[in-house]
């Protein structure tokens, strides 16, 4: 598994590509208990990534729409 500079530069999209990969992984079994723990704790990392940029995006929608209503007004 290649592991990224930081998290924190990771695309939404990088991350949830990461975590795809990481849950075939996991479900496709084989892998040592020391080897799923550690993948198990990166879909972690890769999971708050993804909701990250999820709460941004509800944030901006939020405020866009916020101003169409007090726009309207």
Do not use: F, H, N
Not at 22 to 27: A, G, I, S
Not at 39 to 46: F, H, M, T, V
């Amino acid at each position: 598994m290649t592991e990224p500079a930081g998290d924190e530069q990771l695309s939404y999209e990088q991350a949830r590509d990461e975590l795809v990969d990481v849950v075939r992984r996991l479900e496709a079994g084989g892998t040592s208990l020391e080897e799923s723990l550690a993948l198990w704790e990166r879909g972690e990392k890769l999971a708050q990534v993804c909701q990250g940029w999820l709460d941004g995006a509800r944030k901006r929608l939020d405020a866009a729409i916020a101003a169409t209503d007090a726009d309207d007004d």
